[in-house]
């Protein structure tokens, strides 16, 4: 025979009760019972805190890895606005009203492929790194200065700059220059 106990709780806390014990196989005795063991002795139950431990282990390397890849993103983002703004010339002022437009054309197509990727989960950047890291696994092995392109510290010209220094728009065809294949 197990000894009754009376006690006063709260309005709230009977109520919570109540509805605990309308669920099939409890009552509010065997709830009550539970409840006052588990907080008169804690060790009882170190499987749930070790589940809970484990669980919030696996956020906090979640939370670092998405603070690394937000810092990495940052990074990149500041180092390309860096070198663009250094290598891209002033246009005269006749000529800034059609790039305006053609800026404003190029940009709304780019806002549509970056939501058709994120709408098709496609991941860009883990893309690209995939294809490099098996194309040449040894790219990021090599010691590049600062800012320089990749073959500018061998003396070389990189395909980018022949065509820059040319007047061309890198990566197009002489043929579709305007166009801006899928991202």
């Known amino acids: 025979m197990k000894p009754k106990l009376s006690a006063y ?7 919570r009760l109540e509805l605990a014990a309308r669920r099939p196989g409890t009552n509010k005795s065997a709830i009550v019972d539970a409840a006052l063991d588990r907080f008169l002795n804690p060790e009882r139950d170190t ?10 282990d696996r956020i906090s390397r979640q939370l670092e890895r998405t603070e690394r890849d937000l810092s990495v993103m940052a990074e990149t983002i500041a180092l390309f606005v860096r070198y663009y703004l250094t290598i891209t010339p002033p246009l005269p ?3 800034q ?9 190029r940009f709304d197509m780019f806002v549509a492929q970056v939501g058709k990727r994120v709408a098709s989960g496609g991941r860009l950047v883990a893309d690209v790194m995939d294809r490099i890291t098996t194309s040449k696994p040894d790219l990021f092995m090599r010691n590049i200065e600062e800012g320089a392109p990749l073959g500018a510290a061998e003396g070389g010209m990189t395909e980018f ?3 820059h220094a040319a007047g061309e728009q890198p990566g197009l065809s002489p043929a ?4 801006v294949g899928d991202v």
Not at 97 to 105: H, I, N, Q, S, V
Not at 176 to 179: C, D, F, L, W
């Open 176 to 179: 579709g220059r305007e166009e």
């Open 9 to 15: 709780v709260s309005d709230s806390v009977a109520q």
């Open 161 to 163: 700059h022949s065509q």
């Open 47 to 56: 499987a749930g805190d070790a589940a809970l431990v484990r669980r919030l």
């Open 93 to 95: 002022s006749g000529d």
């Open 97 to 105: 009203d059609a790039a305006r437009a053609l800026g404003r054309e």
